[in-house]
T-cell receptor, first 115, second 112 residues
Framework: DAGVIQSPRHEVTEMGQEVTLRCKPISGHDYLFWYRQTMMRGLELLIYFNNNVPIDDSGMPEDRFSAKMPNASFSTLKIQPSEPRDSAVYFC?????????????FGPGTRLTVT | GNSVTQMEGPVTLSEEAFLTINCTYTATGYPSLFWYVQYPGEGLQLLLKATKADDKGSNKGFEATYRKETTSFHLEKGSVQVSDSAVYFCALLPGAGNMLTFGGGTRLMVKP
């Protein structure tokens, strides 16, 4: 099993540019989570999906952020336009839901730097 | 609401020392409790879990007991190794819902 796959691993962009982060969850998992990690705020849940449907997006900071899950094997997190304060490590995680011990499997993260 | 409070780090220990990282929580109902570990440059990995009061989770020499009376889930290891150096996160999953609430993380540094 390849685990949760995220791309790119590193992204450097200029303020105002659009940024798209990608995630491939573990095959068969029905939940997908997007997190952001910074020194100041720690680990924050941005949004999560169940069976490709967004369930809770209350953690999305503002309208500049959007997330989609067009199918069970792919999700994107888009920031448009990006700002320096968006610099963080973004993690995607997937799980098999409550029935199977709730364990979330995290990807390696995308380190985003907005200059 | 739900919250998790961890001791602030960094925690610096010598190899073979005893480790305790404190974690307390606030939650309604009967949450499940977790410890995740993040090694440098990697995502979080589940270390251990407990789903009901008095359960003890254990893995790789680490242990934590779900104490409902003190709303705590402290992480312990009898003899740490340099390879245990990482950031440790305590988390809870409420009885209803699928959103983990994480503590702020505690960095552990083990020196040879």
């Amino acid at each position: 099993d390849a685990g949760v796959i995220q791309s790119p691993r590193h992204e450097v962009t200029e303020m105002g540019q659009e940024v798209t982060l990608r995630c491939k969850p573990i095959s068969g998992h029905d939940y997908l989570f997007w997190y952001r990690q910074t020194m100041m705020r720690g680990l924050e849940l941005l949004i999560y999906f169940n069976n490709n449907v967004p369930i809770d997006d209350s953690g999305m900071p503002e309208d500049r952020f959007s997330a989609k899950m067009p199918n069970a094997s792919f999700s994107t997190l888009k920031i448009q336009p990006s700002e320096p304060r968006d610099s963080a490590v973004y993690f995607c995680a997937s799980s098999l839901g409550r029935t199977f011990s709730y364990e979330q499997y995290f990807g390696p993260g995308t380190r985003l730097t907005v200059t | 609401g739900n919250s998790v409070t961890q001791m602030e780090g960094p925690v610096t220990l010598s190899e073979e020392a005893f480790l305790t990282i404190n974690c307390t929580y606030t939650a309604t109902g009967y949450p499940s409790l977790f410890w995740y570990v993040q090694y440098p440059g990697e995502g979080l990995q589940l270390l251990l879990k407990a789903t009901k009061a008095d359960d003890k989770g254990s893995n790789k020499g680490f242990e934590a007991t779900y104490r409902k009376e003190t709303t705590s889930f402290h992480l312990e290891k009898g003899s740490v190794q340099v390879s245990d150096s990482a950031v440790y996160f305590c988390a809870l999953l409420p009885g209803a819902g699928n959103m983990l609430t994480f503590g702020g993380g505690t960095r552990l540094m083990v020196k040879p």
